[in-house]
């Protein structure tokens, strides 16, 4: 997804029937690949789009960003159709915000609008949730040639669940694995998810409180970095950018996570999806220097609830394994 945002800073949030005198107003490219692939882009690797726009003005932005940020982009342009934009109102005193978005149905990418050679030999593909039927055909074709798969996810999308079925790394809001699985805790619908989809990595991230990731066996908690929030906008994709980014450079998970946390951090201090997107000194500085957040769960919470999604994979495979006999 691409999006062109309008992002209106507020030195409050509107009351209903109300007048607030605007800070600023500032036209800015967005969109959670299209933001994501960018920071790949600035942190020195070689990247790749695949995107759907209109023939309108905010195409062309999104067109000339791209470019000017040196990301090969392949467009597929739907003609007499409006490109996705927002307006996001920021709040000047704690910077999060509300988006209000539209999206013409007929800028959603399908499957035919794809070419495998778009993807095939790439380090690693990254997909939302939106256009589901041209993500899972992009996820086939990575899962193929042994590409990992890294997902950002929101909502339960029409087809989420099959898209699912190829995706290495789901990496998802805190509200998604509930509106999945029916489960409010995350100590026990990650695992659910995990096991359901047979991914390699789950993980949710958890807003100023970092992120959490369940890799089958153990749960590991990234605090996040305190900073002076100016616009949350884009802290998600940023984190998702950074992901695919140590991905790529081959590091464990723990350095992965904490990498992430703190490009997300970063880039909320300044306004715009693509506010501030930190150099990778900037990143490190703020991992060995930064002041960390408290912790969304307690060690002794992650070791009960590791034990009993193990106890329940156990019984799971027990039951399998016993089905399997009956059938022979």
Request: charged residues 25%.
């Amino acid at each position: 997804m691409n999006a062109t945002d309008t992002v209106i800073r507020l030195p409050h949030f509107p009351a209903l029937d109300s007048k607030v005198e605007v800070l600023s107003s500032e036209v800015k490219a967005g969109g959670q690949v299209a933001s994501a692939v960018v920071a790949c882009r600035r942190w020195g690797l070689q990247a790749r789009y695949v995107g759907k726009i209109g023939d309108d003005a905010a195409g062309k932005f999104q067109t000339e960003e791209m470019a000017r940020e040196g990301v090969e982009a392949h467009w597929i342009i739907a003609q007499g159709c409006s490109s996705q934009s927002a307006f996001i109102l920021v709040d000047e005193q704690s910077g999060e915000r509300t988006v209000l978005w539209k999206r013409d149905p007929h800028i959603a990418l399908q499957p035919q609008d794809l070419r495998p050679e778009w993807i095939s030999g790439s380090s690693a593909l990254l997909i939302d949730g939106h256009d589901t039927a041209a993500a899972t055909q992009a996820a086939r074709w990575a899962r193929g040639e042994k590409i990992p798969v890294v997902g950002d996810f929101d909502n339960l999308y029409p087809g989420i669940q099959a898209l699912l079925e190829f995706v290495d790394y789901p990496i998802t809001s805190k509200e998604f694995p509930e509106r999945l699985t029916g489960e409010e805790d995350l100590l026990k619908s990650l695992p659910i998810i995990q096991s359901r989809f047979k991914s390699r990595l789950v993980g949710a991230t958890l807003g100023r409180l970092g992120a959490l990731a369940w890799d089958g066996s153990r749960f590991l908690l990234c605090p996040g970095f305190r900073v002076k929030a100016v616009d949350t906008t884009g802290a998600g994709d940023i984190f998702h950018g950074a992901f695919v980014f140590g991905l790529v450079q081959g590091w464990d998970i723990k350095e992965k996570l904490e990498f992430s946390c703190a490009a997300a951090a970063i880039n909320c201090e300044a306004p715009g999806a693509r506010g501030m997107i930190g150099t990778l000194q900037m990143i490190q500085d703020l991992r060995s220097k930064g002041e960390r957040s408290e912790l969304a769960y307690t060690r002794q919470q992650m070791l009960e609830a590791s034990q009993a999604a193990m106890n329940e994979a156990a019984i799971e495979d027990g039951s399998s394994r016993g089905s399997s006999e009956k059938l022979r």
